[in-house]
């Protein structure tokens, strides 16, 4: 598995939002560099007020509206992702705070090629409201998750963690806010994994292999990475 651009070039992101868009910021700020391996080819939201757009707009990126109310049902909503992703050529799909359950129309459509942020430490808390599940657990240490996406719900191989301290006094909307920040630094550091070909496979099982040699620190001093 390989996102790689044969010809050398950047790889195309189209990116995927629902609402405000920080990570979507995050990754056009990322691609701003000329240096950066990928570059965003195009923003859709399924939510035509959703502030994402107008960042796109901002960057000078072409945005797309395509709500999901418009369509009978996923599949079909799915499809016309498929097709605007395609006309935009885009090589890497980029769930950016997108509110939305993917069928298999969209990950037939890009095997291997879906990433997306979750912010928990995957496996633990998947679904809706991962901060809020954790705090009410009492758990000391979370983080957040950059994952291949497949059928289940969050459940894909993982590419990067970031793990940060619940300390005490903290409230849940502290720890969302310090999750957020380690999400805007690891979701454009796995498109930088993605883009330069180091993310693979293990054979025979659900693990991915991350090469990092001579890129990604093990941390910022509070947090800590770690990869596939």
Not at 21 to 40: M, S
Not at 87 to 99: S, T
Not at 189 to 206: C, D, F, Q, Y
């Amino acid at each position: 598995m390989s996102s790689r651009r044969a010809d050398g070039g950047r790889l195309r992101l189209g990116v995927l939002v629902s609402g405000g868009g920080t990570n979507l910021q995050a990754i056009l700020d990322a691609t701003a560099d000329a240096g950066f391996p990928a570059e965003v080819a195009v923003v859709i939201a399924n939510v035509a007020s959703a502030f994402g757009l107008e960042r796109a707009r901002a960057a000078g990126v072409p945005a797309v509206a395509l709500p999901h109310r418009d369509f009978p049902d996923r599949a079909r909503f799915d499809a016309a992702l498929v097709a605007a992703l395609r006309g935009a050529g885009v090589e890497l799909v980029v769930l950016a705070g997108f509110m939305r359950i993917v069928t298999t129309v969209l990950l037939d459509a890009f095997p291997d090629r879906v990433l997306n942020v979750h912010p928990s430490l995957l496996p633990a808390f998947p679904g809706v409201d991962a901060q809020g599940q954790a705090f009410a657990h009492g758990v000391k240490v979370t983080g957040c998750t950059v994952h291949l996406v497949d059928a289940g719900l969050d459940a894909g191989p993982i590419v990067v963690q970031a793990a940060v301290p619940v300390r005490a006094g903290d409230d849940v909307e502290q720890v969302r806010a310090r999750i957020l920040r380690q999400e805007h630094r690891i979701l454009p550091l796995a498109i930088r994994l993605m883009a330069e070909g180091r993310v693979a496979r293990v054979p025979g099982t659900r693990r991915l292999a991350v090469d990092v040699t001579g890129l990604a620190p093990a941390g910022d001093g509070e947090t800590i990475l770690s990869f596939g």
